[in-house]
């Protein structure tokens, strides 16, 4: 049913840089094979659109070849059989060709979504278990969502030490107010994920905890950051992040400050 249309409508995704099945298995392994066989099906079309008129052509060319030969030649009787007959055998044996080899095109199709199905129920039991961890996770939510914004409004301008020692007081505040949280709570996964702290680096920005952590602040307070960033690394990182959304630079002593405000 795959059509002109549907691959027109793909032709965005398949020019977009991460759509591969590499990054697919980085992000979710379960579909990158989906991935894969959205460019199959598109590759597939663009060849039988090609096939499709070359097989219609010889097919419409052997029954055209029998029927001039049965206009042009009288019907006689060759070997005890009438040239209308051996026509007629001709047409179905054609005939009986193209049911071959739409049983066998039948046969691929059952024998790759067979395949597909037995892929897919290795992972009921995964996605059972995956099923009762996200009802724990919800259980979990309103602890862990507390931490979460405790860090994004009291923790800016500590460093990495005193952080931790800020957390675990407040996990044991929780405790004594029976709040629900995660045991192995982690901050970093709780508030970003790999593909982001990956661009995050490859802008500048240090790939040690308390970097990622004042990257996250960054981006997801509320309000505005002042970075003490005698190394710089705050300013190079922010500069390369915000380059495509024309970021201007300004400061106090600067002529045009009042214009750029």
Same mark, same amino acid.
């Given at each position: 049913?795959? %059509? #002109?249309?549907?691959?027109?409508?793909l032709?965005?995704?398949?020019?977009?840089?991460d759509?591969?099945?590499e990054?697919?298995k980085?992000?979710?392994?379960n579909?990158?094979?989906?991935?894969?066989?959205?460019?199959?099906?598109?590759v597939?079309f663009?060849?039988n659109?090609e096939?499709?008129?070359?097989?219609?052509?010889?097919l419409?060319?052997?029954?055209?070849?029998?029927?001039?030969?049965?206009?042009?030649?009288?019907p006689?009787?060759?070997?005890?059989f009438?040239?209308?007959e051996? *026509?007629?055998?001709?047409?179905?044996?054609?005939?009986?060709?193209?049911?071959?080899?739409d049983?066998?095109?039948c046969?691929?199709?059952? /024998?790759?979504? *067979?395949?597909?199905?037995?892929?897919?129920a290795?992972?009921?039991?995964?996605?059972?278990?995956?099923?009762?961890?996200?009802a724990?996770q919800?259980?979990?939510?309103?602890?862990?969502? &507390?931490?979460?914004?405790?860090?994004?409004s009291?923790s800016?301008?500590?460093?990495? #030490?005193?952080? *931790?020692l800020?957390?675990?007081d407040?996990?044991?505040?929780?405790?004594?107010?029976?709040?629900?949280?995660?045991?192995?709570?982690n &901050?970093? #996964?709780?508030?970003?994920?790999a593909?982001?702290? %990956?661009?995050?680096?490859?802008?500048?920005l240090?790939?040690?905890?308390?970097?990622?952590? %004042?990257?996250?602040?960054?981006?997801?307070?509320s309000r505005?950051?002042?970075?003490?960033?005698? /190394?710089?690394?705050?300013k190079?990182?922010?500069?390369?992040? #915000?380059?495509?959304?024309?970021?201007?630079?300004?400061?106090?002593?600067?002529?045009?400050?009042?214009?750029?405000?």
């Amino acid at each position: 049913t795959i %059509n #002109e249309e549907t691959v027109e409508l793909l032709s965005p995704y398949f020019e977009m840089v991460d759509y591969n099945i590499e990054t697919a298995k980085r992000v979710c392994g379960n579909v990158a094979g989906l991935c894969s066989w959205t460019k199959a099906m598109a590759v597939f079309f663009s060849i039988n659109k090609e096939v499709l008129p070359l097989k219609v052509s010889l097919l419409n060319s052997g029954r055209h070849t029998s029927t001039l030969c049965s206009l042009s030649s009288p019907p006689v009787c060759t070997g005890g059989f009438h040239l209308l007959e051996i *026509s007629a055998a001709l047409f179905q044996l054609v005939h009986a060709s193209t049911l071959l080899e739409d049983a066998e095109r039948c046969r691929h199709k059952m /024998q790759t979504a *067979s395949s597909l199905i037995s892929g897919l129920a290795g992972e009921k039991e995964r996605w059972t278990e995956q099923s009762k961890e996200f009802a724990v996770q919800t259980k979990r939510l309103v602890g862990d969502v &507390l931490l979460a914004t405790a860090f994004l409004s009291y923790s800016g301008p500590f460093n990495q #030490e005193f952080r *931790s020692l800020l957390l675990n007081d407040w996990q044991k505040e929780m405790k004594s107010r029976k709040i629900p949280f995660g045991n192995n709570f982690n &901050l970093i #996964e709780m508030l970003t994920d790999a593909p982001t702290i %990956n661009e995050w680096n490859l802008q500048g920005l240090p790939n040690d905890d308390l970097s990622i952590q %004042n990257g996250i602040i960054v981006t997801k307070a509320s309000r505005y950051p002042l970075l003490i960033d005698p /190394q710089a690394q705050g300013k190079i990182w922010i500069k390369n992040k #915000e380059c495509r959304n024309e970021l201007q630079i300004t400061s106090l002593n600067h002529k045009y400050f009042r214009n750029h405000l």
